[in-house]
């Protein structure tokens, strides 16, 4: 008996480092490093863990890993970015059966979210422990902040304006009640391709924006939607209303409706319905801010979605 009889083949993984290697040329023997870069007076490092959840089901139904890792990326950034930090490395998790075309697709997905980033993949582990066809991933990411310069809500006041940028989707989360439905309503995952469409990286985007408006608190949209996540970026005792009417919700999420015949309610409470992001600006910079959203190579559309009370 040997290790490739009991599940790992050490020769296909030794393969799968030098391919990596060449993918991501920064990623180091036992450890990955980077230095903080320059002219930061007081850099403050900010960190984040995620993973795709029962979206990878959808993938492994479609047979096609190809856009995961760039959502396993996005997961991790966009919560980094909601305090001003700029990224600068990421490091994955991925367990796998075996090392296959599957994760090769993975990896590179995930250095791919990372260029869209604008960071670095330094490092990883990639683990045989399946019995199954099956893969699970978990990402972190570290991005650095100058201390002064940290958006944490403390100054959003009543009377500030909420923007929401579009979504490319359902981008990672309520994918469980989607496999509920898919099932029970015999919808064949190729009905509906936006399935297995990447979520947005917002980062660069962001970059910028912090460069030239004053942005008071952001928040990424993700499972909980709007009425879970917006608050997390507002000071206590500051609420919004949010204007459902506001911005065209995506057909897909009509779609998902009425398959599933979902209250509004709990839709709202799952999904993101079109808004993958938030941010919060004093009222008087609204109209530059969106139209800086709009006209940048990042260009997106966006809504004023509610007021901050």
Not at 1 to 21: C, H, N, P
Not at 208 to 222: F, K, Q, R, S
Not at 292 to 301: H, N, Q, S
Request: proline residues 4%.
């Amino acid at each position: 008996m040997d290790y490739k009889t009991a599940g790992v083949d050490i020769i296909k993984g030794r393969s799968f480092v030098e391919y990596l290697k060449v993918l991501a040329p920064k990623i180091g023997g036992f450890s990955g490093m980077m230095e903080v870069p320059s002219g930061y007076e007081k850099p403050v490092l900010v960190s984040g863990a995620d993973g795709v959840g029962t979206k990878i089901n959808i993938c492994r139904i479609a047979n096609d890993y190809t856009t995961i890792g760039q959502d396993l990326v996005a997961m991790c950034v966009n919560d980094v970015i909601c305090s001003g930090a700029k990224p600068l490395y990421f490091l994955d998790y991925v367990s796998a059966k075996s090392i296959d075309a599957n994760v090769s697709d993975i990896v590179y997905g995930i250095n791919v979210g990372c260029t869209i980033a604008g960071m670095e993949l330094i490092g990883g582990e990639t683990a045989e422990h399946f019995r199954t066809n099956d893969y699970d991933l978990a990402g972190f990411c570290t991005g650095v902040v100058e201390k002064n310069d940290i958006v944490n809500g403390n100054n959003i006041r009543a009377g500030d304006v909420v923007i929401g940028i579009e979504s490319s989707g359902l981008h990672s989360n309520g994918y469980t009640l989607i496999n509920d439905m898919l099932w029970r309503n015999y919808i064949y995952y190729k009905e509906m391709p936006e399935l297995l469409r990447p979520t947005t990286i917002y980062a660069r985007l962001i970059q910028y924006l912090l460069d030239e408006v004053p942005i008071l608190g952001m928040a990424h949209i993700t499972g909980g939607g709007l009425p879970e996540n917006l608050p997390r970026c507002l000071p206590a005792g500051l609420t919004v209303d949010v204007d459902y009417s506001a911005w065209e919700r995506p057909e897909l999420f009509n779609t998902i409706q009425k398959a599933g015949d979902i209250a509004e309610d709990e839709m709202r409470n799952v999904f993101n319905l079109g808004i993958g992001f938030c941010l919060v600006v004093p009222q008087e910079v609204v109209t530059l801010t969106q139209n800086l959203i709009a006209d940048t190579p990042f260009g997106m559309r966006s809504w004023v979605i509610g007021k901050v009370n």
